[in-house]
């Protein structure tokens, strides 16, 4: 029978992943401490479960197609993989995107590591990602899944069902979304969760949602610092992303209740990085010949950046959304997509704004913007869509009827054509 409530299919994973804590020894020496690397038999388990775990996931829908980041990404992790850890034949290290604005990253246990694309756009730099990566790539090279499960202690989850409500947070944090009026943003908030909860997905759900527990989680932020210092980045700038993540733009309708978007955890983590920096990386902290940035940083995370801002304007963080698109429009100011998602926010907020002088002056901002798209690309129907419905709105007749027909004649397959065609017969009686 499947569970639909959120909190009872949270109950049945960590019941689940309870069951799957064996009672061999909780001594698990890292990857690369034994040449060869060999599995032990329960981790064999554990392993076949992450490859039929990650086959529901590619199927979800929700993974951002880039195979050119997703190559980006993999040279960032290779720079962060010990080379015993190459040498005794580790996992080969995999990578992927979700398209999803809340700020998480995990990893399977055999070296799948997902990143969103929430957390993607707020970083600033290389040396930011790559304190990302390092601690992820951590938990791997420590089988830390293996560890948890190992543990017997672990079992008593599935005995505190409270524990297991405020540690995931999803049916608690959607419901909060919807009674301050954020529809979109308990509906975003849910699929994150159905995307790894509701399919019951018992590995993903302790690797993004609950997390292995406070030590190793502590190590894993350590030894992935010292894998980030010896890759010649900059550590300061690990400091600085949890500093930003805690930040969180400023914007009040908060989606995160996931690793890296808990201010709980991040507190956590600013205080181990700040002790870190002030001794065992004091001298590092001090360069001036640290990796901070490449060039390929940007040029790679630029359309992610965009698409998310897409993401946070449906969810109505437009504060977000904002910095995200005049971040890519720095770099590539003729990008007709990022200006029609500038004319999405201006509308949207258009269609919320209570003042009817707001209104107007959103309605035309938005206008501008679809224009500029247009401009920009005159073969790309979007914009003219848009613009055709504002003007319909403003009562400008001619212009909407002009926005349709462009609109159709670049998109005559469009999935909405037919209603298109309804709305020109009105405009022609």
């Not at 959120?6 to 909780?26: D, E, Y």
């Not at 960032?76 to 999803?100: H, I, Y």
């Not at 210092?229 to 550590?235: E, I, Q």
């Not at 997509?337 to 938005?366: E, F, P, S, T």
């Amino acid at each position: 029978m499947r569970l639909r409530h959120p909190l009872l299919r949270s109950v049945a994973v960590a019941q689940v992943m309870a069951l799957l804590a064996g009672c061999a020894s909780a001594r698990v020496p890292p990857i690369g401490a034994e040449r060869p690397f060999t599995m032990a038999a329960d981790e064999r388990q554990i392993w076949a479960q992450a490859e039929k775990e990650e086959a529901k996931l590619e199927k979800s829908g929700k993974l951002y197609d880039d195979p050119l980041l997703e190559e980006y990404l993999a040279r960032v992790g290779d720079r962060l993989l010990p080379d015993e850890v190459k040498e005794a034949g580790g996992p080969g290290l995999r990578f992927a995107v979700f398209r999803d604005p809340t700020l998480n990253a995990f990893a399977m246990p055999n070296g799948r590591l997902y990143i969103h694309t929430g957390l993607l756009a707020r970083l600033e730099n290389e040396a930011q990602l790559a304190t990302i990566l390092g601690h992820e790539l951590a938990h791997v090279t420590n089988r830390d899944a293996l560890r948890f499960q190992r543990d017997s202690r672990n079992k008593m989850i599935a005995l505190n069902v409270l524990a297991i409500a405020a540690s995931i947070g999803v049916a608690v944090a959607a419901g909060k979304q919807a009674e301050h009026g954020n529809v979109v943003g308990a509906a975003v908030l849910s699929q994150t969760a159905n995307a790894i909860l509701g399919l019951g997905l018992q590995l993903a759900a302790l690797a993004a949602i609950n997390g292995y527990g406070r030590d190793l989680e502590r190590q894993a932020d350590e030894d992935g610092m010292a894998r980030f210092v010896k890759a010649g980045y900059d550590p300061k700038q690990a400091l600085r992303v949890f500093e930003l993540l805690r930040k969180d733009g400023g914007d009040p309708s908060r989606l995160e209740n996931f690793f890296f978007g808990s201010h709980p955890r991040l507190d956590e983590r600013i205080e181990t990085t700040s002790s870190l920096l002030r001794t065992r990386y004091a001298a590092e902290a001090q360069g001036s010949s640290r990796i901070v940035d490449s060039p390929e940083f940007g040029l790679r995370l630029r359309t992610v950046v965009r698409e998310n801002a897409a993401l946070d304007i449906r969810a109505g963080r437009f504060n977000l959304a904002r910095a995200q698109l005049d971040r890519v429009l720095a770099l590539t100011p003729r990008d007709p997509v990022a200006h029609l998602y500038y004319g999405d926010l201006y509308r949207i907020q258009a269609q919320r704004a209570r003042a009817l002088a707001d209104k107007d002056v959103l309605v035309r901002q938005a206008i501008e913007r679809y224009t500029e798209a247009a401009t920009l690309d005159p073969t790309y129907s979007d914009p003219f869509r848009q613009l055709g419905f504002l003007y319909y709105q403003q009562g400008e007749w001619e212009r909407a009827r002009e926005a349709f027909q462009t609109y159709l004649r670049l998109k005559p397959d469009a999935p909405d054509a037919r209603r298109i065609k309804e709305y020109l017969v009105e405009l022609d009686r």
